[in-house]
């Protein structure tokens, strides 16, 4: 069964950067939308980069010129690079294709942005 699985969430400082992956096992996804979302308490899930098969991207405007979504079609894997965290990033972040297939969401990885 194909499913996407995030991994790499962690406590950082303000200011500092993490990485994290989506792996897509059974590289079925490799040619379709993948984005990444992310949910804090409260919230809705909010979509905050996407890339299709062609690798061309878009970002919301609070990640736009911090984060960097990227894919690798041959490790099946993409990754969401993450410059000059702040503590509003603090969330849980999923991938999942754009738009989301419920069957995929998984159970995302936590990133803490604190002092």
């Known amino acids: 069964q194909a499913q996407l699985v995030e991994s790499g969430g962690d406590l950082v400082r303000p200011g500092g950067s993490l990485r994290l992956s989506c792996l897509n096992s059974g590289g079925i996804f490799r040619f379709l939308v993948v984005a990444w979302y992310r949910q804090t308490p409260g919230k809705e899930r909010e979509r905050i980069a996407t890339?299709?098969?062609?690798?061309?991207?878009d970002y919301a405007d609070s990640v736009k010129g911090r984060f960097t979504i990227s894919r690798d079609n041959v490790r099946s894997t993409v990754d969401l690079q993450m410059n000059s965290l702040r503590p509003e990033d603090t969330a849980v972040y999923y991938c999942n294709l754009n738009p989301p297939l419920p069957q995929y969401w998984g159970q995302g990885t936590q990133v803490i942005v604190s002092s």
């Open positions: 890339i299709n098969g062609a690798g061309m991207t």
